[in-house]
Each structure stands twice: as C-alpha cells, then as structure tokens.
C-alpha cells in the first residue's frame, strides 16, 4: 500500500502530530511519500495559464508539480494536513492547489483521481478547522475524488501539543485511531465507487467540452477529453 501526504506547514506541531497518530495505524504495511509546504513547492502560480493553454509541463514549477502529481498518482491513499489560518487552509497548500488548476474536472482530470480515496486533517483554535478542510476538499472533488474523508478538531485554549489536555488529546487521537482502523478494512486493490455528485460534474463537463470542441477542434482540454474518449463512451471511472 502507498501513502503520498501532503503537510500543509513545516511546522511539528498539532496538526503534525495528529497527522503521525493516523498514519501510525498503516506504518507496517505501507510506503510513505511525505512532502512539506512550503519547502516541496515554494513558488506562486503566477495565473499565466501555460498549464492550460498548452501542457502542464511546461509550468515553471513543473520540476516540483509533476514531482507531486506523480505519488498522488502512484498512491493508494492521500492524506492533506493543515491547521486553521484564518479561518482557510495555508497559504503554501493553497499555493500548490492553485497550480492543479489544469487537473480540475472542466479541464484535463486524470484519470486515475476519479478511483482514489483522500483524508483531510486540520484543526484550529477555536474555530475555522471546517472551512480549511474545505479548501482542500474543493479542489479534491473537482479532481475526480468521491471517497473524501475529513477529520477536523477544534481546540479551545491551547496550541502546543505537550500542554494540550490528556482528556482532549485522548478525543482527538482515539477518533483518528477510529478512522485509521476503518480504512484498513477497505480492500485498496480496488478503485474507490465515484459517486453520483462527481458523475453529475463529470457529464455536465462533458457538454462543455464537445460545444468547446465543435468551436475549435484544436482545444487542448477538448482534445484531452476525445483522446481519452470521454467525449464517446469510455468514462475515467470504468478503468
């Protein structure tokens, strides 16, 4: 079993630390690709649109995208870490999401995605852990992922790992344990179901791109989709 996980700061700190109580479940049976943001991928998306317009490869930062983009691909599972910064995910995940953009469903999803499972960790003081979840899951569900699980805690009082309540830690690790246990039983030599929600965006995409391609032939993401005969009858879910 591979495991690619993408920690949203360097920091060793709650996050990282839950993060580390989840994987722990897997350490005797899996291989693990961590990478650390923004150390993995340290650059802006600059909006140029090269990754559309023409091929993702020739993104300035391809040399630390397709890096990435190759274990997510390789993996069995993906893990996406990150605390609450102002109520949103890290800027340096946001950062490496923005340069997936050509991966989102109206443009050039792979193929693989629509069969992976992903779980999201964050937490926050206070409040905000959800919607940074949600910054990440968004991204996620375009890609073509349906099995999505989040675990995200909410912390009253206290940021430091070591001084955090036995009681509260024993919560938040006994659910991550929890979710741990429940994943293992889930036979990972077999694509996850897509669901009906990513279906519906799928063939809602597919409309788009055959009118896109009947304007221009030519259209990367239009030829994209017909040479994966997803314009036909072929569908990135029957592999």
């Not at 409040?127 to 989040?150: E, F, Q, T």
């Not at 965006?201 to 030829?223: C, S």
């Amino acid at each position: 079993m591979k495991i690619t996980v993408i920690n949203g700061t360097e920091k060793k700190g709650v996050t990282y630390h839950l993060k580390e109580v989840f994987l722990d479940q897997f350490r005797n049976d899996a291989e693990f690709t961590d990478f650390f943001l923004p150390r993995d991928c340290p650059n802006f998306c600059t909006g140029c649109t090269t990754c559309f317009l023409k091929d993702e490869h020739l993104c300035k930062d391809a040399e630390y995208i397709q890096k990435i983009e190759k274990a997510m691909l390789d993996a069995d599972l993906l893990v996406f870490t990150s605390p609450a910064y102002v109520f949103h995910t890290t800027g340096a995940m946001k950062t490496m999401l923005d340069h997936f953009g050509y991966r989102w469903m109206p443009h050039r999803p792979a193929k693989e995605m629509f069969g992976k499972r992903a779980v999201i960790i964050t937490q926050c003081l206070g409040a905000g852990g959800k919607s940074a979840a949600k910054d990440i899951k968004d991204s996620l569900s375009w890609w073509g992922i349906s099995r999505i699980k989040v675990c995200s805690f909410k912390l009253m009082s206290e940021v430091h790992w070591d001084k955090i309540p036995d009681k509260k830690k024993a919560a938040m690790t006994g659910k991550l344990v929890k979710t741990a246990e429940q994943m293992r039983k889930t036979d990972f030599s077999r694509p996850a179901r897509t669901g009906m929600i990513t279906k519906m965006k799928f063939y809602a995409v597919r409309m788009l791109q055959k009118n896109l391609g009947k304007q221009d032939p030519e259209y990367t993401d239009y030829r994209y989709w017909k040479n994966n005969g997803w314009t036909g009858s072929a569908r990135p879910w029957k592999q």
